[in-house]
């Protein structure tokens, strides 16, 4: 286990000054997945590589029904970029998600990039027992990652967010029957506000920029009640001023299959990435 496969894939291009040659990255795994929570997110994480060439994958999910926000860290990252889309394929059956990854450094990993708000059961295709390889791929650079079935590994990311949501006080024996979630109406106003609020913040008050997700709890009548930000990147000084704005704001409640409303968190990420100097976190180092 942890060995780590480099495919070069020379291209006619690669002659030319600063393009560097294709190449495939293939990295098995060597340590078993890990579970976290802090009571605000879930995280399932698993090592890939060894000794100079670790690599730490790590999904988070902020709330049931939430998309994931994805980190990979390790050596291989150097040969991304932010300035195009990247491809990242988690599910056989249905097209790679194609998103601008923020780039930064995980503590213990090294360089590392966030994907953010990726929706696992795209076109109708959730992560099964059936998927055994993570792709990410960018301007014909490729790494792979060995993960295994990743349907168990989903269903505990959802478990674990189902125990986040009883402990914020909701009724997750109610989920099940949900049909739609809360359904933010005067959306504009409120997320540019937000988002114009984080970008002076990160401007003035944080030596990195970042990616913050905001929580709200919204009840039967549709009102907002407990906010919480939670950072996606480490550095950054508390925002009051997102949960001022998210508590004005309307909202349709959650409903159930009856067409009852029902308690549910509604949430909302923003990002900032005009510095690059973006702090993305903590891997384990076991």
Not at 83 to 93: I, K, M, V
Not at 229 to 242: H, K, S, W
């Amino acid at each position: 286990m942890g060995r780590t496969i480099r495919i070069l894939v020379p291209l006619l291009l690669a002659a030319l000054p600063g393009v560097a040659a294709a190449q495939t990255v293939l990295l098995l795994p060597s340590a078993a997945w890990q579970r976290e929570s802090d009571g605000n997110r879930c995280r399932i994480s698993r090592v890939f590589g060894e000794g100079d060439a670790r690599h730490i994958l790590m999904l988070d999910r902020m709330a049931p029904g939430d998309r994931v926000h994805v980190t990979l860290a390790g050596p291989a990252i150097t040969d991304f970029t932010d300035e195009t889309r990247a491809e990242l394929d988690l599910a056989d059956a249905a097209p790679p998600v194609r998103v601008i990854p923020l780039l930064g450094e995980v503590d213990g990993f090294g360089a590392g990039l966030k994907l953010s708000g990726i929706d696992l059961a795209r076109g109708g295709a959730e992560a099964s027992d059936a998927e055994e390889v993570v792709t990410l791929a960018q301007r014909g650079q490729r790494l792979r990652l060995q993960t295994g079935a990743l349907g168990e590994v989903v269903a505990a990311l959802d478990d674990c967010a189902r125990g986040l949501a009883a402990s914020w006080g909701l009724d997750v024996a109610r989920f099940g029957d949900v049909t739609s979630g809360p359904r933010l109406l005067n959306g504009a106003a409120v997320r540019r506000g937000i988002g114009n609020s984080f970008a002076e913040h990160w401007r003035w008050y944080s030596h990195t920029d970042g990616i913050a997700h905001v929580r709200v709890i919204v009840n039967e009548a549709g009102q907002p009640e407990d906010c919480t930000v939670v950072y996606g990147t480490t550095g950054a000084a508390p925002n009051d001023r997102a949960c001022r704005i998210m508590r004005k704001a309307r909202f349709a409640p959650a409903l159930d299959d009856e067409g009852k409303p029902v308690r549910a968190a509604y949430t909302a990420s923003f990002k900032d990435r005009r510095r690059n100097a973006l702090t993305l976190g903590t891997g384990p180092t076991d």
